[in-house]
């Protein structure tokens, strides 16, 4: 691929094109399968030529978007002030902070659970007991050590970023699709209620009285 087309996108990019497909959902130009498939295809996407695809049947935002997606020219894109956006390295570190504080953090309350019981063992043993806390500690420490080693080195903190994203989409878009549903019921329901009403209004101003068994509107004069 040449030009734009070509060129590597960033997050903001693949950020931008998750909006799109959040409005063309709301709007009912997607179905939920659609947004589904496209978003996971967003955050997948590498390129402008990749994004672009994915919003080539949707209609263009009303107002200027924040990316360079909402032109399609083959020039250089200059970077947008409408959104001041976060420095690449600085969300990259928070990701990475992030991440580790999931995968240590239950090692660490464990580690300090078995070790203070093995301090109030030795405590009222009046002796110093064989430190047993490292056969938890060495085994499972060793494993996380492995584990973030290989998952820095393969980009698992922005993966897990990725995925937490398309599932707070998914819900975002799930939410409104009940809401548009829950006002079209509501709207539909509205007139039917309204008919007994109105049958109502239409017999007494008629004269006609209620039938027996039927509660009475108000007080009918004696003849």
């Given at each position: 691929?040449?030009?734009?087309?070509?060129?590597?996108?960033?997050?903001?990019?693949?950020?931008?094109?998750?909006?799109?497909?959040?409005?063309?959902?709301?709007?009912?130009?997607?179905?939920?399968?659609?947004?589904?498939?496209?978003?996971?295809?967003?955050?997948?996407?590498?390129?402008?030529?990749?994004?672009?695809?994915?919003?080539?049947d949707l209609p263009a935002p009303a107002a200027p978007a924040a990316s360079e997606l909402a032109t399609r020219s083959d020039a250089v894109p200059a970077p947008s002030?409408?959104?001041?956006?976060?420095?690449?390295?600085?969300?990259?570190?928070?990701?990475?902070?992030?991440?580790?504080?999931?995968?240590?953090?239950?090692?660490?309350?464990?580690?300090?659970?078995?070790?203070?019981?093995?301090?109030?063992?030795?405590?009222?043993?009046?002796?110093?007991?064989?430190?047993?806390?490292?056969?938890?500690?060495?085994?499972?420490?060793?494993?996380?050590?492995?584990?973030?080693?290989?998952?820095?080195?393969?980009?698992?903190?922005?993966?897990?970023?990725?995925?937490?994203?398309?599932?707070?989409?998914?819900?975002?878009?799930?939410?409104?699709?009940?809401?548009?549903?829950?006002?079209?019921?509501?709207?539909?329901?509205?007139?039917?209620?309204?008919?007994?009403?109105?049958?109502?209004?239409?017999?007494?101003?008629?004269?006609?009285?209620?039938?027996?068994?039927?509660?009475?509107?108000?007080?009918?004069?004696?003849?």
């Amino acid at each position: 691929m040449e030009g734009r087309d070509g060129m590597r996108a960033a997050d903001a990019d693949r950020q931008a094109v998750a909006e799109r497909l959040r409005v063309a959902v709301d709007e009912g130009r997607l179905d939920l399968h659609e947004y589904d498939e496209r978003l996971q295809r967003t955050y997948a996407s590498r390129t402008y030529g990749e994004l672009d695809a994915l919003v080539t049947d949707l209609p263009a935002p009303a107002a200027p978007a924040a990316s360079e997606l909402a032109t399609r020219s083959d020039a250089v894109p200059a970077p947008s002030d409408a959104v001041p956006a976060r420095p690449e390295g600085a969300r990259s570190s928070s990701l990475t902070a992030r991440w580790l504080a999931e995968v240590w953090l239950p090692y660490l309350r464990v580690i300090a659970i078995v070790v203070t019981v093995w301090a109030v063992t030795s405590a009222l043993s009046t002796d110093l007991l064989y430190f047993w806390p490292a056969w938890v500690a060495g085994p499972w420490g060793g494993v996380l050590l492995v584990r973030t080693v290989a998952g820095l080195v393969g980009g698992e903190p922005q993966r897990q970023a990725e995925q937490r994203e398309r599932r707070r989409e998914r819900r975002r878009a799930k939410r409104a699709r009940k809401r548009e549903l829950a006002a079209a019921e509501g709207n539909t329901r509205d007139p039917e209620q309204a008919l007994p009403a109105a049958e109502e209004d239409r017999r007494i101003s008629g004269g006609e009285l209620p039938a027996a068994g039927e509660e009475r509107q108000g007080p009918v004069s004696a003849a």
